[in-house]
């Protein structure tokens, strides 16, 4: 079966663009426009094997997604990646104390994003 | 001070300095006079008090003509001054109303460019996204042929796998068959061979029965001439006569038997013949074993070229496949570029709030320069404005082109890997 991949940004082209990357991947995909949204869902029951979210968004930021996530249960270890354009190294050691199991700058070619997910996904 | 200032100031100074003169001028003349006349001078000697009026106002009087022509110069200069003050002013004011509707309107225009700018952010998202939708059935149709061909090739190569080995089968039961025709064949020759020869034996046999029943007829014929001769010989010839019977008797049942014979050779030569005539056909109908082996052959031609285009497709379909994993390779290099957007329209979207903060800070200005008593500073300028963007850009390249175009160092640190997993 294949797994789920939770995506999170607020630009429209970005959740187009990387839910077909995936797809092509051979993931399942499930997309929300910002922090809220997405947590919203992982209180509904979602259950993703790894959530891709942007930093700089409205209502709620990737950081605090972040930070929330980590907090619900059954939801301390998977991994998740930010994709952002966000470059500042006090937001990267921010986001790796908040819990983040990576950090991606945007953009970034869909093969190599695809490499990553599956290094932190065995047997997909 | 400014040039009008300063002028203004001289005049002012030379009045007063001219009317200081004159007045310390006359008091300082009355003052001597008091001292060298006495207070009595004045109503003992009036024309001397006259002169000494007339001398004490006189520089008075000097002095105050100098200075009502210095002040009336003054007044002119002053006045002219004012004209031009009143002119400059007036030009300063009209100057400043002027920029300052110029200023006002500049809300329009940087809201209609803030849009400008919204807009095209807008066009290039709809385009984008179209763009990603075509790419999207594309990849969808490229993936529902791929199935089908995979479906092809699973089916083609249970399809070939079978055929080879019923092509091989096949060829084992050719090879049995067309060594059991040959067998057969040799067969059909042989047998052909033997029944003809066993026609000849019988062809050969049919001049013996004429002889033996030429023997029996003439035998018979003896029998008859004995039995004549016995009869003619009387009691001597009894003995022959019955010798005679006897031989007669046997030349009957020697004609009788070589009739049997002949007929039945007869039969059996016929039969023969007609035995013969179903080998000779046989072995005529061995050419259709020669037809039947040529469809053997074209059929045994037809598996190893039914084998042979299915591993040419079976390779098509490989090249097929790795084709669609390059298109698909390309379509996620294409996704990734796509993004490119995004990275635009933040940039852009900062933009926009710059040019915003702009606009407020302008109207801020047109409205500063209204107020009664403004000292003409700031709380905040275009210089500080400019340096905190500094402090709030995302990317690296915005911080790249700010230190291009205005110069100085980033405070921030702006490094790191493109990817980087903790």
Known sequence: MAKTILIVDDSATMLMSLK????????????????????????????????????????????????????????RFFPILTLTTESEASKRAEGKRLGATGWLVKPIAGGDLLKVIKQLLPGT | MIGSELRLHRIKIRIW?????????????????????????IPNNIRIAGL??????????????????????????????????????????????????????CKPYIDVMHEQIGGSLAESEREIMALIEQLNLLSAQSSQQMERITNSVESGKTLAE??????ERNNLLIFTLETRLQEQASEMRENYEQIRLLADDVVALTPIIQVISSIAKQTSMLALNAGI??????????????????????????????????????????????????????LEEKHGLDELQELIGDLTQMQKDFADSSRVQLDVISDVE??????????????????????????????????????NHLMHLTEAQDKQGWDGLFDTTFKTLLESHLNNYRMASQTVTHLAVAGGASKSDTGGPAIELF
């Open chain 2, 17 to 41: 300095t001219q009317s200081t003169i004159g007045f310390i001028c006359s008091v300082l003349l009355g003052i001597a006079l008091l001292f060298t006349q006495g207070s009595s001078f």
């Open chain 2, 322 to 359: 790795a084709g669609h994993q390059e298109g698909v390779n390309h379509l996620l290099a294409a996704m990734g570029h796509i993004q490119f957007q995004d990275v635009m329209r933040q940039r852009m979207e900062h933009v926009q709030q710059a040019l915003v903060e702009m606009r």
């Open chain 2, 229 to 282: 001769e016995a009869a003619r010989a009387g009691n001597a010839g009894r003995g022959f006569s019955v010798v005679a019977d006897v031989v007669r008797a046997l030349s009957k049942r020697s004609t009788s038997a070589a009739a049997d014979i002949a007929e039945k050779l007869n039969t059996t030569a016929n039969k023969v013949s007609a035995k013969l005539l179903v080998a000779q056909k046989s």
């Open chain 2, 162 to 167: 079978v055929t080879s080995n019923r092509a």
């Open chain 1, 20 to 75: 077909s990357s995936l797809i092509l991947g051979g993931f399942q995909v499930e997309t929300a426009s910002n922090g809220q949204q997405a947590l919203d869902k992982l209180k509904a029951g979602l259950k993703p094997s790894l959530i891709l979210t942007d930093i700089n968004m409205p209502v709620m930021g990737g950081l605090e997604l972040i930070e929330k996530a980590r907090a619900l249960p059954g939801c």
């Open chain 2, 52 to 105: 000494i009026a007339l001398v004490s106002v006189a520089p008075f009087l000097v002095t105050q003509w100098w200075n009502w022509m210095g002040a009336k110069r003054g007044i002119s200069e002053m006045w002219a001054f004012g004209q031009s003050s009143f002119e400059d002013l007036s030009r300063e004011r009209a100057v400043h109303k002027a920029i300052e509707v110029d200023l006002k309107d």
